[in-house]
């Protein structure tokens, strides 16, 4: 399954990052290149096979539906690279 | 260099209980050789007043008699793991300026067991690369480089060249394909990656979360012995971590190999294979049979499609897991004139040519139309690894096989930049562990004939890690290997 360079471009949106025009050629030959090599797997027939999706097969825990951590807002935010009024700030999304 | 800083962790412990020293002339020196090892690049970020602050507990501790299980003992930290008020980068542009208002359950362990935290190591950029040339802080050098720089190996390369550099007593890593091991094979030392779910992941940037585990990189066997002891443990905040009791993990390093059986899978031996490590293999081999073990070949025949197996899946779940980095909420964040500019300008800018590859192909094999080709297909491919291992420990105790098929190689190999393929291969011994979830330990075997080191590597079934640093006990005893 090779892909084009239409493919390259719709794949870095959904990752959102950019890729330049004049590199979108050698980033499709370089994804063929590792798409090719992971065709190996289509040797072996896994039609009946559990895909295995965890190794340690135990259900999650269930617990007591209580706050386990909180009223650590001042904390939270002193990461954010903009914040007002106690809340994370983004450029405008609604005109 | 002083000689206190030779040490390893038990003789220090040893000593410090001792008063042979103290707990801050043992953090001096080691800021000491941290100031004349920088040319090594091993950490991002250096902390020597809080070390020096911790040290002072730790002689008080001794004073007072209520010294813990690693009091004074000085670490490194792979800056994967995040530290409460401590820069945690992952070696990321994206999260240089990331301080963490939380401790990782890992790091949160050792610093209740009394250690000491030196600073952070470098690593590859999120952990993603076998030779630490990914990170936005620049190369780690291999110590045992002679004429050009080498590569410690990836990705917890500052954590191996750290160790093997005396620039720390010890350090923490993480381990995905490969990356506790392989780096502790290239330097010379020994690490642990544990059972999937024995070290909680909680507070450990994320890479590949199915995949993923902490342990230890050590001097010597017992070293990673007393440390996976305080890093193990289960944690109510990992939902994949398990409730299964920590033996202690010392009190194996005495017992005996006699009538255990160690499987050598036939797959790993593939035409071609370089005759040193051939060679190694089967002194390892015989050094366990003279102490009256039992040799028996094994099959792991989904071995060489581990590979591609782990390059579908890591970046699936490394795509997904980073999504979070949107410059939102923290870390670098690029301008942009509407969200998506931001998002877009944040990621592009953000993240290293190699994160950026592995979000895509991640991207890709879970997209719409491809997800059942790809990603579906490594998911079963996975259940038939995890199976061939299963069955393998109905004829064995333990595998024994190398754990890299080269030694350090030089920083910016040509071949290895131009394909990236070439450099995934070097994971080729590695990635199916990670894949079944066992455990595996690496330690030195002895050199090249251009004077680099071999490792070996031993895995164990689910939660046995005893066994494995019994049997590497015994190999490290009789290769006497001769350290940095």
């Known amino acids: 399954m090779a892909i084009d360079n239409l493919t390259v471009k719709r794949i870095a949106f959904l990752s959102r990052l950019k890729i330049e025009d004049e590199k979108i050629e050698a980033t499709k030959e370089e994804f063929n290149k590792i798409l090719n090599w992971i065709e190996e797997l289509n040797e072996i027939d896994t039609n009946s096979v559990e895909p295995l999706i965890s190794v340690n097969d135990a259900t999650l825990r269930m617990r007591e539906d209580v706050v386990t951590s909180g009223n650590c807002l001042k904390d939270i935010l002193k990461n954010a690279p903009s914040a007002e009024y106690d809340y994370f700030a983004v450029p405008k999304v609604v005109e | 260099m002083t000689e206190i800083t030779t040490f390893s962790v038990a003789e220090t412990l040893k000593a410090l209980k001792n008063k042979e020293f103290s707990a ?5 020196a080691y800021l000491h050789n941290m100031e004349n090892g ?45 530290t409460k008020d401590i820069r945690t980068t992952a070696a990321s542009h994206i999260l240089d300026n990331f301080v963490p208002p939380y401790e990782s359950t890992v790091t949160q362990h050792l610093l209740d067991d009394g250690a000491v935290f030196l600073g952070k190591l470098n690593l590859d950029e999120f952990a993603m690369g076998g030779s630490n040339e990914t990170s936005y802080f ?6 045992w480089s002679k004429d050009k720089p080498l590569v410690p190996g990836g990705s917890s390369g500052g954590s191996a060249a750290a160790v093997a550099a005396h620039l720390c007593a010890a350090a923490t890593g993480t381990d995905t394909g490969g990356s506790i091991r392989e780096p502790a094979a290239f330097c010379g030392i020994t690490g642990i990656k544990p059972t999937y779910g024995r070290c909680s992941r909680y507070g450990i940037v994320a890479f590949a979360s199915s995949l993923d585990q902490a342990g230890p990189i050590a001097q010597d066997v017992r070293d990673c012995a007393i440390l996976l002891k305080s890093m193990a443990g289960f944690d109510e905040k990992d939902s994949t971590s398990c409730n299964i009791t920590v033996p202690d993990y010392e009190s194996f390093l005495n017992r005996e190999v006699k009538g255990l059986t160690i499987g050598l899978p036939k797959e790993y031996r593939p035409e071609g294979l370089n005759p040193e490590v051939a060679a190694y293999w089967d002194k390892a081999a015989e050094y366990l049979k003279a102490r009256g073990a039992n040799i028996k070949e094994i099959s792991l025949p989904h071995t060489k499609y581990a590979l591609a197996t782990y390059y579908v899946l890591a970046p699936a779940e490394a795509s997904s897991n980073l999504a979070r980095y949107d410059g939102i909420r923290y870390g670098f964040r690029a301008d942009g004139q509407h969200l998506d500019d931001l998002y877009i300008n944040t990621r592009t800018q953000g993240f290293g040519a190699e994160v950026r590859r592995r979000i895509m192909i991640g991207t890709y094999v879970l997209s719409a139309g491809y997800y059942d080709a790809y990603f579906l297909k490594a998911q079963k491919m996975r259940r038939l690894i995890h199976n061939d291992f299963m069955n393998a420990f109905k004829e064995c105790d333990v595998i024994l096989t190398p754990t890299s098929p080269i030694t350090a190689f030089p920083i910016g190999d040509e071949s290895m930049l131009q394909n990236p393929i070439n450099m995934y291969l070097n994971d ?35 939660f046995d890690e005893g066994t494995l640093f019994n049997v590497a006990a015994k190999i490290e005893t009789d290769a006497k290997f001769e350290r940095k």
């Open chain 2, 24 to 28: 801050v002339e043992l953090t001096k």
């Open chain 2, 38 to 82: 920088r040319q090594y690049n091993a950490y991002i970020t250096e902390c020597a007043d809080v070390a020096l602050k911790q040290a002072e507990e730790a002689d008080k501790r001794y004073i007072n008699g209520t010294n813990r299980a690693l009091e004074g003992i000085p670490l490194g930290i792979k800056d994967l793991f995040c």
């Open chain 2, 138 to 143: 620049g190369p780690v050098i291999n110590p």
């Open chain 2, 428 to 462: 080729v011994f590695t990635v199916s562990v990670n894949l079944a979830g066992l455990p595996a330990l690496s330690l030195p075997i002895g050199l090249s004939a251009t004077g680099l080191p071999y490792g070996m590597q031993l895995i164990g079934k689910p």
